[in-house]
């Protein structure tokens, strides 16, 4: 088991374009939740996915928006990039309905530069 | 609010010292506590949650509802302790959703 796959590892992009990152949860994992990871900084909840609705939401704009998947894989968007959207975004799946006591496993990260 | 705090961003010792982490939450509710650590070129991992009471790599944590903490401990540290320590919380009713603070590194010397 690959446990939890982002991609892209690395992105830059120019202010004002739209990115999309990818996240495949671990292998029998059906919730998926998306962080942001300022330089710095620990990692701020971004949205939670699961059965391939958004679930819960953190203090982050429209701009943000997320998709899952029926193979609950997982994609999250960001419309008119600003410089203070670089940082490293972060993917975290848990099983069983994303129930607190279920641990999180954690991707390596896709790192997006904006300039 | 709910927000974690972990005063010491680096926080360096030599090996064989006893190590202390700190944490501080402020949750309305019932908190589920949780520590993670990122070692070098690593993914983020859970190292122990309170709900669990057990000890990982000899690090210990005890949630103290009185004072809102749930600092890290262990005895003797040992270099391949050297990470970045997260503190995180979540509440029963949260779905999952995680809380962190902003980290602390632990540099152990030899």
């Known amino acids: 088991d690959a446990g939890v796959t982002q991609s892209p590892t690395h992105l830059i992009k120019t202010r004002g374009q739209q990115v999309t990152l990818r996240c495949s949860p671990k292998?029998?994992?059906?919730?998926v939740s998306w962080y942001q990871q300022a330089l710095g900084q620990g990692p701020q909840f971004i949205f939670q996915?699961?059965?391939?609705?958004?679930?819960q939401r953190g203090n982050f704009p429209d701009r943000f928006s997320g998709h899952q998947f029926p193979n609950y894989s997982s994609e999250l968007n960001v419309n008119a990039l600003l410089l203070g959207d670089s940082a490293l975004y972060l993917c975290?799946?848990?099983?069983?309905?994303?129930?607190?006591?279920?641990?999180?496993?954690f991707g390596q990260g896709t790192r997006l530069t904006v300039v | 609010a709910q927000r974690v705090t972990q005063p010491e961003k680096l926080l360096s010792v030599f090996k064989g010292a006893p190590v202390e982490l700190k944490c501080n939450y402020s949750?309305?509710?019932?908190?589920?506590l949780f520590w993670y650590v990122q070692y070098s070129r690593q993914r983020l991992q859970l190292l122990l949650r309170?709900?669990s009471r057990e000890s990982i790599k000899g690090f210990t944590a005890d949630l103290n509802k009185g004072e809102t903490s749930f600092h890290l401990k262990k005895p003797f540290a040992q270099e391949e302790d050297s990470a970045m320590y997260y503190c995180?919380?979540?509440?029963?009713?949260?779905?999952?959703?995680?809380?962190f603070g902003q980290g602390t590194e632990l540099s152990v010397k030899p």
């Open positions: 995180a919380l979540s509440g029963y009713n949260q779905g999952g959703k995680l809380i």
């Open positions: 949750y309305s509710g019932s908190p589920e």
């Open positions: 309170h709900i």
């Open positions: 975290a799946s848990r099983g069983r309905g994303g129930r607190v006591n279920t641990e999180a496993f």
């Open positions: 292998s029998g994992h059906d919730t």
């Open positions: 996915y699961y059965e391939e609705e958004e679930r």
